[in-house]
């Protein structure tokens, strides 16, 4: 009708590996409806279905390893069948509706579920079925502000909320044998609040400023039977931070700009990264429990820089900068394709 579009597509992917053990197999759809309800309004819903069947693992190689012609795997690989099945579905849907030539609103809301199953090569299986949903609400706008500057602003709010329920346990054979060793509801939530305006300072300047608020929460319930060898591992942390950003450009010329900008950036643990700590008494093992002693990491970014274009054919761009990070997410510990993360103190 001239008011709807469409845009669709569907892939499928096979291949049987150079390796034993490395056939894959996947499916993926992706579409996008446009509907114009009104001149000033536009809907879209979108469309996203991943279904990986499976992935055998033939798993790294040592140095002997690679130089051998036939590329061998171990066999522990073969007799516990490595391998890894995923599936997701995601639909969402965005309104946007402009109020005049300055001002603009964009609501977004999506949804979905994943499925993650894989048998690892040392006969231990690791499933989790995670949902998801989040929404996002959003202005633009510009306008003329101190005896005429022009500005150009936007502000918005992001909430996301994703569980997942991990599940663990013997596999040997490549198949699920004996009772499950790990049962937990993961949950991760956020919620942000955001603005960013760029100011026109006359002809030749520019001002950045923006400011980011964020507010997170992670949490895991154990549902497993509390023993003296398997403490409860139920926790939960909250993390809070507030990032700023400024920047200046002079346009000294009308192909040559200077600029400087500041930052700060922060950065909080998955919760993959905080499913496991080291065993006590230990110093190889893990063990399967929330790991509430990881600090989210903050950054400090600083940054010189131009942009220039000499020529219809050339352009040279030039920065100089640096980051400073406290408590970066690193790994502690690696151990039968399990990792547990610590804090660096310093980058």
Do not use: C
């Not at 909430?159 to 596999?171: I, N, V």
């Not at 980011?212 to 003296?228: A, C, E, G």
């Not at 993390?239 to 040559?256: C, D, I, M, R």
């Amino acid at each position: 009708t001239g008011n709807v579009g469409l845009v669709a597509d569907y892939s499928t992917f096979s291949i049987d590996g150079y390796r034993q053990q490395s056939s894959a197999e996947r499916k993926q759809l992706n579409s996008v409806i446009t509907v114009d309800a009104k001149p000033d309004t536009r809907f879209k819903f979108i469309v996203n279905i991943f279904d990986m069947p499976i992935a055998k693992d033939p798993i790294g190689l040592t140095k002997d390893g690679l130089s051998t012609p036939d590329k061998v795997v171990s066999t522990s690989v073969i007799s516990n069948n490595s391998r890894k099945t995923v599936k997701q579905e995601q639909v969402g849907a965005v309104a946007e509706h402009r109020v005049n030539s300055d001002l603009q609103f964009q609501a977004r809301v999506y949804g979905g579920t994943r499925t993650n199953l894989q048998y690892q090569s040392f006969g231990k299986w690791v499933g989790l079925d995670r949902r998801f949903e989040g929404l996002g609400l959003q202005a633009n706008g510009k306008g003329s502000v101190l005896n005429g500057h022009k500005v150009t602003w936007v502000a918005g709010m992001d909430y996301d909320h994703a569980q997942e329920q991990r599940q663990a346990g013997a596999s040997p054979g490549g198949e699920k044998t004996g009772p499950v060793t790990r049962n937990e509801l993961n949950e991760a939530s956020n919620r942000d609040y955001f603005a960013q305006a760029n100011w026109s300072l006359g002809e030749r300047y520019t001002l950045t400023t923006g400011v980011r608020q964020s507010n997170v929460t992670l949490k895991s319930r154990d549902d497993m039977p509390i023993t003296p060898s398997d403490p409860d591992g139920t926790g939960s942390v909250k993390y809070k931070a507030t990032s700023p950003v400024l920047g200046f450009t002079w346009h000294a010329q009308e192909n040559l700009n200077l600029y400087a900008n500041y930052g700060k950036g922060f950065e909080t643990p998955t919760l993959a990264e905080m499913a496991y700590l080291p065993k006590p008494g230990s110093n190889t093992l893990l063990i399967g429990q929330f790991n509430t002693t990881l600090n989210a990491s903050s950054s400090q970014h600083y940054e010189l820089g131009t942009k220039w274009v000499p020529t219809e054919n050339a352009r040279i761009d030039l920065a100089l900068y640096q980051i400073d990070t406290v408590d970066e997410i690193v790994v502690l510990r690696n151990s039968q394709g399990q990792n547990a993360f610590q804090n660096a103190p310093g980058t």
